[in-house]
């Protein structure tokens, strides 16, 4: 495979839409799932009510790439050759020790599971986006709230969080107003959303007029798209894509057959009957790549049009779209920006009355970096002296060179960049940080490292 990608050489360009397309406010959405769950949890199951407050630094708990292993009640952060790196009881840290005493330095016994990406079960959850970080930490909270009450040792709570999660996202939830997070969201736009950027608006118009095919494949379903849509593009959202598909499903909408899964029409953002093939551009739900990659080839005209999927969640969109599709693949990574290790000077110094409205309830920025998990990226094999042989690349970092053509920390980081420019891409024979742009992060270049992930 060549050593540069270029979206002039695609044919079509496809985007996922939250935290893609549409980026959050992340304390404030971080709180307000958080709450939503928790709330669910508290009123509906009986749950413990102090499980409705927060302490303003208890996000810094979520850290993406954590592997929750329920029926233990822990944490686990994984190298690359699936070892435990870090891992917590609820939300308390374990130390090197413990996690040599319970996990050894072997692969973790789930390992082989979650690496393949293909299959979850009910034995542990992977949280890899912003949309389920918030239940990590509530999670961990129920552990340590069942520990104080009962003592148990094995833990039964899933089942209520599934329900939670069901009850705040069905797809009915934002029509009937039902539970906390879309009415909320619906109420309070700007304080969740993000606009998107004039240079991003018009690099979408610059593909389009380059000739490429603009798709949106979002798991999110019609009703709550158009909300987004219409706050961070405007109005006349519709215009910027060729082909919209909602309620999507993902990582399904790769994986299955157009049996399995077909395209359906909607009318008033209910569902109509099932579709026997993609015929022309529109809005659709549900379906699958294999009709959609048929459509694409009588629109281009061509019999192997080259996709690319810009997405922010490795589970639904990166490495399905990559495994199954074999399209390129631009990973959507925010921890790029807060991979420095510090707050930028400039947040640090302006005054008071220009942080904006929600400074208020701000939790510690960046959310990103967390202090309890360390790099994203690198961290040190527990119980070793010698630094030196014992830094080793996390799981989640060994995931994005294998899965991602590039990863970048939002679309504006290139949207003024010439259509042609060659980005270098992740590969075997390139060196670890080729793929990341505008530039590694830290933690992954030479000498940086002792810093980084203390």
């Known amino acids: 495979m060549q050593q540069h990608f270029s979206l002039a050489e695609c044919d079509v360009v496809g985007f996922d839409l939250d935290h893609t397309l549409c980026r959050y406010h992340l304390p404030q959405s971080a709180r307000l799932i958080y709450d939503s769950f928790a709330q669910y949890l508290v009123t509906e199951?009986?749950?413990?009510e102090d499980l409705l407050t927060l302490a303003p630094d208890s996000l810094?708990?979520?850290?993406?790439?954590?592997?929750?292993d329920i029926e233990e009640g822990n944490f686990l952060k994984l190298a690359e050759d699936g070892t435990v790196l870090r891992a917590s009881h609820g939300t308390k840290s374990m130390t090197s020790e413990e996690v040599l005493e319970i996990y050894g330095r072997k692969e973790w016994k789930h390992f082989n599971t979650v690496s393949g990406m293909v299959s979850r079960t009910a034995k542990y959850y992977l949280y890899d986006n912003y949309f389920d970080l918030p239940g990590a930490l509530l999670c961990a909270r129920v552990v340590d709230s069942l520990d104080q009450h009962d003592g148990q040792k094995k833990y039964d709570f899933w089942k209520d969080m599934v329900a939670a999660i069901q009850h705040n996202y069905k797809i009915s939830a934002f029509k009937e107003d039902c539970g906390m997070y879309f009415p909320e969201v619906k109420n309070h736009p700007d304080k969740y959303l993000q606009r998107c950027p004039e240079s991003v608006k018009k690099w979408l118009k610059q593909l389009k007029n380059a000739g490429k095919i603009l798709l949106l494949i979002t798991s999110s379903h019609s009703d709550y798209c158009r909300l987004l849509c219409e706050h961070v593009l405007g109005n006349?959202?519709?215009?910027?894509?060729?082909?919209?598909i909602t309620n999507a499903l993902k990582p399904g909408f790769f994986s299955h057959t157009p049996n399995q899964r077909p395209f359906r029409t909607?009318?008033?953002?209910?569902?109509?009957?099932?579709?026997?093939?993609?015929?022309?551009?529109?809005?659709?739900?549900?379906?699958?790549?294999?009709?959609?990659?048929?459509?694409l080839k009588k629109m281009t005209g061509k019999l192997d049009p080259k996709?690319?999927?810009?997405?922010?969640?490795m589970h639904s969109d990166i490495f399905p779209a990559r495994?199954?599709?074999n399209w390129e693949t631009v990973f959507i990574l925010e921890e790029l920006l807060g991979d420095k290790g510090i707050v930028p000077a400039k947040a640090e110094s302006e005054p008071l009355e220009k942080k904006g409205k929600y400074e208020g309830d701000q939790l510690k920025v960046p959310y990103f970096?967390?202090?309890?998990?360390?790099?994203?990226?690198?961290?040190?094999?527990?119980?070793?002296?010698?630094?030196?042989?014992?830094?080793?690349h996390t799981w989640s970092c060994k995931c994005i060179s294998t899965y991602s053509t590039i990863a970048i920390p939002s679309l504006e980081a290139i949207a003024d960049l010439p259509l042609d420019y060659r980005f270098t891409r992740f590969s075997s024979n390139s060196s670890a940080t080729a793929g990341y742009y505008p530039s590694p992060p830290r933690a992954l270049l030479p000498n940086e490292d002792s810093v980084m992930v203390k």
């Open 323 to 325: 495994h199954y599709s």
């Open 307 to 313: 996709v690319v999927y810009f997405g922010d969640s």
């Open 369 to 392: 970096v967390s202090k309890q998990w360390g790099s994203f990226f690198m961290d040190r094999l527990p119980g070793l002296e010698n630094a030196e042989e014992t830094l080793v």
């Open 45 to 48: 199951k009986g749950y413990d």
């Open 266 to 295: 909607l009318e008033n953002d209910e569902e109509q009957e099932a579709l026997l093939s993609l015929d022309k551009p529109g809005w659709y739900s549900q379906g699958n790549a294999i009709q959609l990659y048929d459509l």
């Open 60 to 68: 810094d708990f979520c850290c993406k790439g954590l592997v929750l």
């Open 236 to 244: 006349d959202f519709e215009e910027y894509f060729d082909i919209l």
